[in-house]
Nanobody
Framework: QVQLVESGGGLVQTGGSLRLSCAAS????????AGWYRQPPGKQRELVAR???????NYADSVKGRFTISRDNAKNTIDLQMNSLKPEDTAVYYC???????????????WGQGTQVTVSS
């Protein structure tokens, strides 16, 4: 069993900061690309940022220069530092990772349960 557990969401004012953390646990052999997605109210889920196993990041245009994704391969954690938050960043944020459970298994997609981020104007 593999679990992704997010933490760090909450309510913040415009211009504020939050740090989201995602911890992967369970039977894990290797974590490939991992990242954060978000789903604003009434909209589809969208990519926010992702990072390869080698540490190369990729960001949505809307968050470039404000958000920073990082990972700790030893601890199986993926963090998202969010600065200069705007009301349009309000959404449920989901952690995603491509995980190989054993050397003999394929990589599969895993999602966290989501954490709410609300930015007030």
């Amino acid at each position: 069993q593999v679990q992704l557990v997010e933490s760090g969401g909450g309510l913040v004012q415009t211009g504020g900061s939050l740090r989201l953390s995602c911890a992967a646990s369970g039977s894990i052999f290797s974590i490939g690309t991992a990242g954060w997605y978000r789903q604003p109210p009434g909209k589809q889920r969208e990519l926010v940022a992702r990072i390869t196993s080698g540490g190369d990041p990729n960001y949505a245009d809307s968050v470039k220069g404000r958000f920073t994704i990082s990972r700790d391969n030893a601890k199986n954690t993926i963090d998202l530092q969010m600065n200069s938050l705007k009301p349009e960043d309000t959404a449920v944020y989901y952690c995603h990772a491509i995980i190989q459970r054993s050397i003999l298994s394929t990589y599969n997609n895993y999602w966290g349960q989501g954490t709410q981020v609300t930015v007030s104007s």
